[in-house]
């Protein structure tokens, strides 16, 4: 019975007690000392708390009690009648216990001449995989019952439309769920097309084996488009309310949906309004922008921005004569920054907190800047945040080894990238809050369903490698601190250290220890916390050892020269568009990735009835490498921001707290 599901039945202990005194032989349970001899209290507590506790043979749907066996012959007839009557019953819910043994082994009594009678009890040592708590047992109810109304409510069309909207590429964040609906359809797909004895039993059985994501997928985000399609609401709506609810932003959908007809009818529009010089992007330089577009330019880029006057050649004539201490850090508005600090400061700086990790951005330029103006503004500047570009390199190679990347929160190492053969054996690890340890020797933890599913022994020559430790789901996971460390498990002679990323929601924060790990030695990288709200927030651990988190050619924890500062293109000179960013633009800050040149949200709005395939074009359109790129941090007015800088004037230095 342990290896397979272990379930209660609805029926009372009590009467099963009852029926096990009434059915044994008298010969073999005699009155002793005023009580039946098989009447003890070891044995009815035993009764009261595992008689009704079956298996489920899944390939026939039939109930395993614990008294379906050969017997003894004094108890055969006993234990047949309480098989029979325990099997009559319905499961209401599975089986948990906090307790490792149930009942107690025996007894021994002695009598007045010295003969010492043993009385054996019914007893059980609990196997691990059934020792559990209340909410354990809760939780299992639950899932069952949502699971019913999943079935219900979803319709097997619905899950392969998702399911092909996926493969095309086509809804917003859908892959993150592509394993859990092929499971889920291919569960529907046999509650379809089996016959069914036990519909109560197969929903238990099935809840068990999905688990909780998917026997809940009615109430996933996903399970919105999925009832709304089952329910005959129209694809383009479905699509729309699910994207409401996993991004306020719909227009990073990856591709929208659309037809040959809509691209050349689209492709007429944008030559009829003159817009196909507009299409090819690139990224903007300091000498695209013009003096009246930037609120601050420091004094070593002044002299590159277009129509460059007097305000800023003065710049160049300012001297730091005397720096002061730090005045005490105090917190200002962003309005009385710009009025009364920034027009005396000499040099900004900013302090690039890992807060800060999904808010790099880039400005974009057009390649040929005769072309009109496509975007609802008047000048041909766009804008991308880091949040809407490609994965990392680093994430490619752990998913080109099968690494799953599409989870809640990934660990990912890599060493042997230099150039020279590091043939060094690093091992990626992660301390668990109850002190679980994941790493090559135990690759999966079943609490929390962490896995190091990449796990590198020996290095290729001319071949970064990669390992990679992945929690699929935060639901799953304990709340508490998640310690990640890299071990030297064998040193070869590789002397260049590791780099190493942590990501979750939709942020990767970068690690880089350039330096010589010796043989056994432990690096502590950082520890991610889980809430009870199921809140992920990072601590990095390795800046107090040797070396800063870095991002776009820049070191976090430190503070970065600042370039310039301007408010974003749709603000510029008298435009007053959409929502407003103010952008901070860092010195040697360098876009990793491929930027994204436009969103339909910036476009004219004579381009609304083609926004299909615009949305497409904006996902496939290349945009052009510059040097001196203008990339930094950026904040939209629309949510409360920090920000922390150290402002210099002529002679002060000081820093401040921006509030946005």
Not at 280 to 289: T, Y
Not at 290 to 302: C, E, P
Not at 356 to 367: D, K, Q, R, W
Not at 554 to 569: K, Q, R
Request: glycine share 4%; net charge negative.
């Amino acid at each position: 019975m342990v290896n397979r599901k272990l379930v209660r039945l609805d029926c009372s202990t009590g009467e099963i007690w009852n029926l096990f005194q009434d059915s044994l032989p008298d010969e073999i349970n005699p009155v002793y000392n005023e009580n039946k001899l098989h009447n003890c209290s070891s044995c009815h507590h035993f009764f009261k708390n595992m008689a009704n506790v079956v298996a489920i043979d899944e390939e026939n749907y039939e109930i395993i009690t614990l008294f379906g066996f050969d017997a003894h012959p004094d108890y055969a007839e006993a234990f047949k009648a309480l098989d029979e009557f325990i099997k009559g019953n319905k499961i209401v819910n599975i089986f948990k216990t906090p307790f490792e043994h149930m009942g107690h082994d025996y007894d021994n009594e002695m009598l007045e001449d010295g003969t010492v009678i043993r009385y054996p009890h019914f007893y059980l040592d609990i196997p691990d995989a059934h020792i559990g708590s209340t909410t354990d047992i809760s939780d299992a109810r639950t899932n069952r019952e949502v699971l019913e109304s999943s079935t219900e409510k979803i319709t097997l069309e619905s899950v392969e439309t998702v399911l092909e909207l996926i493969k095309t590429n086509s809804l917003y964040r859908g892959n993150e769920w592509e394993d859990e609906l092929i499971e889920f359809r291919d569960y529907l797909a046999e509650y379809e097309n089996s016959e069914i004895p036990d519909e109560n039993m197969f929903f238990w059985v099935k809840s068990m084996e999905l688990g909780p994501v998917i026997s809940r997928i009615k109430n996933q985000s996903i399970g919105t488009i999925l009832v709304n399609l089952s329910e005959g609401m129209a694809l383009d709506e479905a699509v729309s309310k699910y994207e409401d609810i996993v991004s306020a932003e719909n227009y990073k959908r990856p591709k929208p949906v659309f037809t040959e007809k809509m691209l050349e009818r689209a492709r007429e529009k944008i030559e009829e309004m003159g817009f196909s010089d507009s299409i090819p992007r690139r990224f903007a330089v300091m000498e695209d922008l013009s003096v009246n577009d930037i609120l601050f330019a420091n004094r070593d880029v002044s002299s590159k921005l277009q129509d460059s006057e007097s305000p800023f050649d003065k710049l160049r004539n300012f001297a730091v004569k005397k720096r002061q201490d730090y005045n005490k850090v105090q917190e200002i508005t962003l309005n009385d920054f710009i009025e009364n600090i920034l027009p005396n400061a000499q040099e900004v700086e900013l302090f690039l907190d890992y807060k800060l990790s999904g808010n790099f951005m880039s400005l974009i330029a057009p390649v040929n800047k005769d072309a009109p103006s496509m975007f609802k503004w008047n000048n041909l500047f766009s804008w991308t945040y880091k949040n809407d570009i490609a994965d990392s390199l680093m994430k490619q190679r752990v998913k080109a080894l099968g690494g799953d990347v599409d989870v809640d929160l990934r660990f990912s190492i890599q060493w042997n990238d230099t150039g020279e053969w590091d043939k060094n054996d690093l091992d990626a690890h992660c301390t668990e809050p109850d002190g679980n340890e994941i790493y090559f020797s135990k690759m999966k933890s079943k609490k929390t369903d962490g896995w190091l599913d990449v796990d590198i022994i020996n290095p290729k020559s001319n071949e970064p490698a990669v390992e990679n430790i992945r929690f699929k789901h935060r639901q799953h996971m304990i709340p508490g601190d998640y310690l990640f460390r890299v071990h030297q498990y064998t040193y070869r002679g590789g002397d260049w250290g590791f780099k190493a990323e942590i990501e979750f929601d939709g942020k990767i924060v970068k690690f880089d220890y350039p330096i010589k790990l010796n043989q056994n030695e432990y690096v502590k990288v950082a520890k991610v916390t889980l809430d009870e709200d199921y809140n992920f927030t990072l601590k990095s651990l390795i800046d107090n050892q040797i070396s800063y988190g870095s991002e776009w050619g820049l070191t976090y924890n430190s503070f970065v020269p600042v370039s310039l500062i301007c408010y974003s293109p749709n603000y510029w000179g008298n435009n007053n568009v959409g929502n407003k960013h103010i952008f901070f633009i860092l010195k040697d800050c360098v876009s990793e990735d491929k930027a994204r040149p436009w969103f339909n949200e910036f476009l004219n709005n004579k381009l609304h009835d083609h926004r299909r395939v615009m949305e497409g074009l904006g996902s496939v359109a290349r945009v052009e490498e510059s040097e001196n790129q203008l990339s930094g941090i950026g904040f939209s007015f629309t949510q409360e921001n920090k920000v922390t800088l150290k402002v210099r004037s002529e002679n002060i230095e000081r820093i401040i707290n921006v509030i946005i």
